[in-house]
């Protein structure tokens, strides 16, 4: 994700862009640049990391007043986090911010370069900037070379473009990305979001796909191809600025954990080539590996026991987990054929920098899976492969979590296949269940809030809980009781449910709450055993099980949620919507801070 803004009007352009920026930083923050176009020419500034460096570099050059000029704030997904590959990107035609992916961008390089072309950036985005710079040099017409442009490009985009010749226009095209238009008295506007430019007009039109607008000083007019001008609808936005920095919702943390299914598609679809995972430059270290050894903090570490237990089932791969703060310290015996995979969402938490340059040092391959482009795991490791869940800004990992998952699902079908464990049909149609009914069936969870919220009634006023579970579940009870206590300040534990017996039931008494995941369909008799065992001493029990499980099992009388049913492989990523979801609700009921919770930050970068 990345923030476009942009503004033409009777006003100096730059202190609309530096305060959309601001509003849009929380889609990106790895780099920032501006473009500012005059009568004889335009001059772009752009640097590197935060808003604020952007902003020293531009007091330091003091550019004269311009009316027209487009803004950028990056997410990086091509290309590392640099002054270079920052936007906007320049060609010798225009100027051009960009969000989103582009997925042929090596085809169209390789056409570029055969036609004279040099880039500077390691960015899609430059490809994308010459293509329209090569259409335009053609045809003359910044509608026209849009259209043509765009026809060529397969992935998700979407553009803000000043040609030089036409210094006093904006130029903006979607597809898959949002862009919204604006309107006021002193100009009009574009950008990624809402709350870039609701200070100066609540009226916004959010385009439409493949339409093309044309931003001028005194209005907007729209194209659609093949060169129709069309009317779009212009809505009130009755958000206040802060509600439409978080989408409309309360908190940055449930607006991500709805981004989920579209998160999921985006990096499910990444890594799909032919109906297949494929993890670009990993597949030697994978085809390798006798051995994993999983490294990772907090919630990382939970995703890397879900992927410890796909993996070992699917490919039979033996896999270690440890935490990295552990790790780093620890006496480490590795054997011939290891791999050391480390996650995290940030890319930069110290203890698994410093677990990753010790598996270095003895000479053990690392591959690191962060959503971080270009932070310091993703530089330092072997090889790396990205989660794309865009900025994740609450402290509470949800997204992050939920696409780990997914794609150590995904890695786990990649290895098995590898390891000749399964066919080659067989693991399309385990990955193309990931592809397609994945978010589908996250989207069923996000439905079910109202249940979800009735159960918090039992458990937001309580002072401990246990999560319980077995194989798996019991490895979802981690992460469900390490995202309640971290937000609700609920003391929770979660315990293996058969392991019960051997000392902690002594703290269950009379309306204990205990929160039982049972999903796994494997252990279901062995699960209930527990639970009558709690029940009989006077436990307050919510189970969270499967539609089918619930059907076709005798579940005691007590509050439950109710999951879709899905293929196993599915199912932990089904499961940690819902107890993202519980543990939200349960937190805003008791009126707490969620997105910052006491004593966090959202990276751990000291020791
Ligand atoms: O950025 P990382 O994934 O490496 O962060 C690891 C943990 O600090 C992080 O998951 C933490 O546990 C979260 N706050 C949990 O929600």
Same mark, same amino acid.
């Given at each position: 994700m990345c923030g476009i803004i942009g503004y033409v009007g009777n006003k100096s352009c730059l202190p609309f862009l530096l305060e959309g920026l601001d509003a849009l930083e929380y889609r990106g923050y790895d780099s920032a640049g501006v473009s500012l176009a005059y009568g004889d020419g335009i001059d772009t500034v752009k640097s590197k990391g935060k808003l604020a460096v952007l902003r020293e570099k531009l007091e330091e050059l003091s550019p004269p007043i311009s009316f027209c000029g487009i803004g950028h704030t990056r997410w990086a $997904?091509?290309? +590392?986090? *640099?002054d270079i590959n920052s936007h906007p990107h320049v060609t010798p035609a225009l100027t051009l911010v960009h969000n989103g992916i582009i997925e042929n961008h090596a085809s169209i390089a390789r056409e570029l370069v055969e036609r004279g072309v040099s880039f500077i950036s390691d960015t899609d985005t430059e490809r994308a900037a010459y293509l329209i710079d090569l259409c335009y040099s053609e045809c003359k017409d910044p509608v026209e070379a849009i259209f043509k442009a765009t026809k060529m490009l397969s992935g998700s985009f979407a553009f803000g473009v000043i040609f030089k010749d036409r210094p006093e226009c904006i130029y903006a095209v979607r597809r898959d990305s949002p862009l919204i238009v604006g309107q006021s008295e002193n100009g009009c506007f574009l950008a990624s979001d809402v709350p870039a430019i609701l200070p100066h007009t609540n009226i916004c039109c959010r385009l439409d796909e493949g339409v093309v607008a044309e931003l001028r000083g005194d209005g907007i007019s729209f194209f659609s191809a093949p060169y129709t001008r069309i009317e779009q609808k212009f809505e009130e936005i009755k958000w206040s600025p802060e509600q439409a920095q978080k989408g409309g919702y309360a908190h940055f943390m449930i607006k991500e954990i709805h981004e989920e299914p579209m998160a999921l598609r985006r990096t499910l679809e990444h890594i799909n080539r032919d109906g297949l995972p494929y993890f670009e430059g990993a597949e030697r270290l994978l085809r390798e590996a006798r051995s994993i050894k999983m490294v990772a903090c907090g919630t990382a570490m939970h995703a890397c026991l879900i992927g410890k237990h796909m993996i070992e089932k699917l490919a039979r791969i033996p896999v270690s987990v440890e935490i990295a703060s552990e790790f780093r310290y620890g006496e480490q015996i590795f054997d011939g054929g290891s791999l050391t995979l480390l996650l995290s969402q *940030? !890319? +930069? $938490?110290a203890d698994t920098v410093a677990a990753l340059r010790r598996a270095k040092e003895l000479g053990i391959p690392t591959l690191a899976i962060v959503n #971080?482009? !270009?932070?310091t795991l993703a530089r330092e490791a072997d090889e790396v492969i990205y989660t794309? @869940? !865009?900025? +994740?800004?609450? #402290? @509470? *990992?949800t997204k992050a979590y939920s696409l780990q998952c997914a794609i150590l699902s995904a890695l786990a079908i990649s290895l098995s296949l590898i390891r000749g464990r399964t066919d080659e049909e067989s693991a399309k149609a385990l990955f193309g269940s990931l592809l397609s009914d994945l978010p589908r069936l996250v989207d069923e969870v996000l439905a079910k809030e109202k249940e979800i919220v009735r159960v918090t009634d039992k458990i937001y006023s309580a002072e401990h809980l246990f999560y319980i579970g077995r194989g798996i579940d019991y490895y979802l009870a981690l992460e469900a009781s390490l995202k309640l206590k971290e937000i609700s300040y609920i003391h929770s534990e979660a315990y293996p449910s058969g392991e019960l017996k051997h000392g902690t039931i002594s703290l269950v008494s009379d309306g204990t709450p205990i929160v039982a995941l049972i999903t796994d369909s494997s252990l279901v008799e062995k699960s209930l055993l527990a639970v009558h065992e709690v029940i009989s001493r006077g436990a307050k029990v919510t189970v969270i099980c499967t539609d089918r499980i619930s059907r076709e099992h005798e579940l005691p009388e007590c509050e439950k949620i109710i999951l879709p049913d899905a293929p196993e492989h599915l199912l932990p990523v089904v499961t940690a919507t819902a107890i993202q979801l519980l543990a939200y609700f349960t937190a805003t009921k008791k009126g707490l801070d969620v997105d910052k919770p006491r004593n966090l930050a959202k990276s751990v970068t000291v020791e």
């Open positions: $997904t091509h290309g +590392e986090p *640099s *940030s !890319g +930069e $938490t #971080v482009f !270009g932070s794309l @869940a !865009g900025p +994740e800004i609450s #402290v @509470a *990992s």
